[in-house]
């Protein structure tokens, strides 16, 4: 976490263990993680903007999801 005048920044790893299905993936007991970012902006002691940004889809192919591209629809 940093922070600087009225903004603060803050990095963040979770993990846990896939221990229940999600959607149609079964559970595997694996280790999984996931990263994210937040930028917070305060104004007069209260919270003025919040930007996230976090690694969906690297915690989803933990999970055994796969990315492919979209088929062509004709």
């Given at each position: 976490m940093v922070a600087e005048g009225d903004k603060v920044?803050?990095?963040l790893k979770g993990?846990?263990?896939?221990?229940a299905q999600y959607?149609?993936?079964p559970a595997s007991g694996e280790i999984?993680?996931?990263?994210a970012m937040h930028l917070i902006t305060f104004a007069n002691g209260?919270?003025?903007e919040w930007w996230s940004l976090e690694?969906?889809?690297g915690f989803n192919q933990q999970l055994g999801m796969?990315?492919?591209p979209?088929?062509?629809?004709k």
């Open positions: 920044a803050v990095k993990q846990g263990i896939f221990k959607g149609e993936i999984v993680t996931q990263s209260k919270v003025k690694d969906t889809q796969e990315l492919k979209k088929e062509n629809e």
